[in-house]
């Protein structure tokens, strides 16, 4: 699930390496997401079923478009925290704009 968040945010800091800070924190972030409100995108996806966190959902939807912004920023500002990254974001609502953009033309 981490998989192209973890290295979307590696790439765009420019990060020499993905280290276990970086790792820790794309997980964390993934398990906050699940425990959050589904989106309506998420729901549209399993035909209208009303999921929620629980024992039948504990890790967010592929589909969830918050997943695109979410788990890139945790993994951004912990690859800058720990000092292997070679590009500081410094503005990240405009950070999270950029990504969000990237999905704008699909049915999220």
Not at 27 to 43: F, G, N, Q, T
Not at 75 to 89: C, L, Q
Request: one cysteine or more; aromatic letters at 10%; a positive charge.
């Amino acid at each position: 699930m981490c998989f192209p968040f973890l290295f979307r945010a590696a790439l765009d800091v420019r990060a020499t390496c993905i280290n276990e800070h970086m790792k820790m924190k794309c997980a964390i972030a993934l398990a906050e997401m699940a425990r959050k409100p589904v989106s309506d995108v998420v729901k549209r996806a399993y035909n209208g079923l009303d999921v929620e966190f629980g024992r039948e959902y504990i890790i967010p939807s592929i589909f969830d478009p918050n997943l695109l912004s979410t788990i890139p920023i945790a993994v951004a500002k912990a690859a800058m925290e720990s000092g292997v990254a070679r590009k500081e974001i410094k503005d990240w609502d405009e950070y999270k704009f950029e990504l969000k953009s990237r999905v704008m033309h699909t049915h999220f």
